[in-house]
């Protein structure tokens, strides 16, 4: 079977790894990217429990993560889980060595300006030329989502100082000391040494409200975390990255004949925290499953509608009272293991499991979910 895939980006190529790891041959396959995302200056951090095709990509694990909320500073363990970063070229070299092995992967560059079905299976249309194919995964074409529940808003600066200021152990996963005045906000540091991190702020903002003026607010909110909450004076911004990420916990149609969505396109940001990194590898390893397995990719897991309704309240709560993210991160995270946390998070919690977590979340957050149901 013949297989193109649209955009080699984190999706693009987590599928090809996926693919070629099967013992049976699934190909041959080509993947076409115009590099206008880079994978020199990409990078994604997640969490797992276990581990991972593509863990020699891994460049930095971490057992605990700091957290800042409510006026309480403190250090959690991750249990079973660990906190990994994956830079974007060492993904690249890692899947590129894999499909060396196989042989029959080609990477094009090229721009994807229009996929459509053809006959029994689609094709592409790769620098004006026509690309035929069986099956045709899209993680560039797609429209974003029709529902969007929230934005999250991000913008984060890569930072080099003159003497160590960071300790190289401990990210700080979210911290509240930052204005919750437009919308719930908080700052991520991942560190990559004594003297290196990505600092980012990161806010839930309603879908409706992006407005001009956004990126000197980040940027002044970032100066002043920086000055009084971590008193770093001294530093160098070496590389500055921002985004906005449409937020959806609708379904989504990702099947078009022959053509599968894939990677953002398919809807597998997490819609309460922006995270897509482990949801597309299980995703890859499902296609592959249903491509090696049933001839075709779309014998996949359906979305847990439980958890989507507690996304779905979580982003309608923050966006409306920004003050909520405070005090549902600083109720979920008051433990001494942030696994069951983690575990939730990762839509694999038991029901009872839930109950415990939920016990003492903010009644208000209940009565949303209560509204919602019915
Ligand atoms: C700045 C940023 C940081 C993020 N950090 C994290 C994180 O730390 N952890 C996490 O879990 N999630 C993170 N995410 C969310 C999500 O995991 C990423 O967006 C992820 O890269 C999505 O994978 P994708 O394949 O859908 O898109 P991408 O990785 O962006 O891949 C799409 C590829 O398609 C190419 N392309 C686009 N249009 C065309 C075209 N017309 N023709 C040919 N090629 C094209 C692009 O060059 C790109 O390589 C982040 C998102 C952003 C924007």
């Known amino acids: 079977m013949t297989i193109l895939i649209a955009g080699g980006g984190l999706s693009g190529l987590s599928l090809v790894a996926h693919l070629v790891a099967r013992p049976e041959p699934l190909g041959p396959i ?10 020199a200056t990409a990078g994604w951090s997640y969490w797992s429990a276990e581990p991972g095709l593509l863990d020699e990509a891994v460049s930095r694990v971490f057992d605990r993560f700091r957290v800042h909320a409510a006026g309480r500073d403190r250090v959690v363990g991750l249990g079973r889980y660990r906190y990994r970063f994956v830079r974007g070229d060492d993904l690249a070299a890692a899947v590129t060595k894999a499909a060396e092995k196989r042989g029959d992967v080609v990477f094009r560059q090229g721009r994807v300006t229009d996929i459509r079905q053809a ?25 974003e989502p029709v529902q969007v529940d929230a934005m999250l808003v991000f ?16 990210p700080t996963f979210f911290d509240f000391r930052t204005s919750q005045h437009r919308a719930a906000s908080f700052v991520y540091v991942l560190p990559r040494g004594p003297q290196e991190a990505l600092v980012e702020h990161t806010a839930f903002a309603p879908a409706r409200s992006l407005g001009p003026g956004r990126a000197a607010d980040q940027r002044s909110a970032l100066r002043a975390y920086l000055s009084s909450v971590l008193g770093v004076r001294d530093y160098t911004i070496v590389r500055e990255e921002a985004a906005s990420l449409p937020l959806s916990t609708a379904d989504v149609d990702r099947r078009r004949g022959s053509i599968l969505a894939i990677g953002t396109k398919a809807g597998m940001i997490k819609a309460s925290t922006g995270y897509a990194y482990r949801r597309i590898q299980e995703d890859s390893a499902a296609i592959a499953r249903s491509l090696a397995i049933r ?3 779309f014998d996949l897991p359906k979305p847990k509608s439980r958890h989507r309704l507690f996304d779905a309240t979580l982003l309608d709560v923050v966006t409306q009272d920004p003050s909520q993210l405070e005090r549902v991160f600083s109720t979920l995270f008051d433990r001494a293991s942030a696994e069951p946390v983690l575990r939730f998070l990762d839509e694999e919690s038991s029901i009872p499991q839930e109950g415990k977590l939920f016990a003492r979340l903010p009644p208000s957050l209940y009565a949303a979910v209560g509204r919602r149901h019915r």
Do not use: C, K, M
């Open 295 to 297: 001839g075709h990719p």
């Open 155 to 170: 913008r984060g600066w890569h930072l080099h100082t003159p003497v160590p200021e960071f300790d190289p152990g401990v």
């Open 119 to 143: 006959g029994q299976g689609a094709e592409a249309v790769v620098n004006g030329e026509r690309i035929r194919a069986d099956w045709v995964f899209d993680s560039v074409l797609r429209p």
């Open 30 to 39: 080509v993947v076409v990217d115009d590099g206008r995302r880079p994978l």
